[in-house]
């Protein structure tokens, strides 16, 4: 089956970095994706991996091991407006085109 | 270039009723998916449609079902709607599904059960 692991709270201040760290378990790993999402709103869509590594966009990176089934989001120069859950999700080639989601971490940003 | 709309935001039903949502992805996109969030559960996937037939489908009683049109928009039903059923129900769009890191969700429909 399938598994997908993130803490629930975190806490960070202005300007500090954050990692958001994300565990999985699948049958068939086909890309993983980190979605932001702030309450009463829809999900938005930060990053993708399906390869080992960094990908950087701006203040926001995510990183892949698919060894590991690890993957974690960073976001630096945090801001008040980054405060929101953010979901970490897999697609696996044993469940189709859906998406797997962890139940997200929420993130408080205080100043 | 217009996002995926969803209709009706918001609604409140009593247990025992029947519900219907709708969802237009964005143009061109041929995949639509469906999820359910809830507080305790988190996002749970329901079901994909593609030309217009279910690809995939998710853990989720009968009485949960849907449809694609040829213009690719979709509708989803809920019949004899329960309390727990009370969640945020999500549409996604993208232009194939299986591959690739174009998925576009749209704000939900926000369904209350009473």
């Known amino acids: 089956g399938q598994n997908i692991d993130q803490p629930t709270e975190m806490t960070a201040t202005e300007g500090a970095i954050v990692q958001i760290n994300c565990t999985y378990q699948?049958?068939?790993?086909?890309?993983l994706f980190w979605y932001q999402q702030h309450a009463g709103e829809a999900p938005t869509f930060l990053s993708y991996?399906?390869?080992?590594g960094l990908e950087e966009k701006g203040r926001f990176s995510s990183f892949l091991s698919r060894s590991k089934g690890y993957s974690y989001l960073l976001l630096k120069e945090l801001q008040m407006k980054d405060s929101a859950s953010y979901l970490c999700a897999v697609r696996d080639n044993q469940a189709g085109t859906a998406l797997i989601f962890g139940k997200g971490t929420t993130l408080s940003v205080s100043s | 270039k217009a996002g995926v709309t969803q209709t009706p935001r918001y609604l409140i039903k009593t247990r025992g009723q029947q519900v219907t949502l709708s969802c237009s992805p964005i143009s061109g996109h041929r995949s639509v998916s469906w999820y359910q969030q809830t507080p305790g559960q988190g996002l749970q996937f329901l079901f994909e449609y593609f030309s217009e037939t279910q690809r995939n489908k998710g853990n989720f009683p009968g009485r949960f079902s849907g449809r694609q049109f040829s213009n690719s928009r979709s509708e989803m039903n809920v019949s004899t709607l329960e309390l727990g059923d009370s969640a945020l129900y999500l549409c996604?769009?993208?232009?194939?599904?299986?591959?690739?890191?174009?998925?576009?969700f749209g704000e939900g429909s926000w369904l209350t059960v009473v």
């Open positions: 699948t049958s068939g790993f086909n890309g």
């Open positions: 991996n399906v390869l080992d």
């Open positions: 996604a769009s993208s232009p194939e599904g299986g591959s690739g890191n174009t998925i576009y």
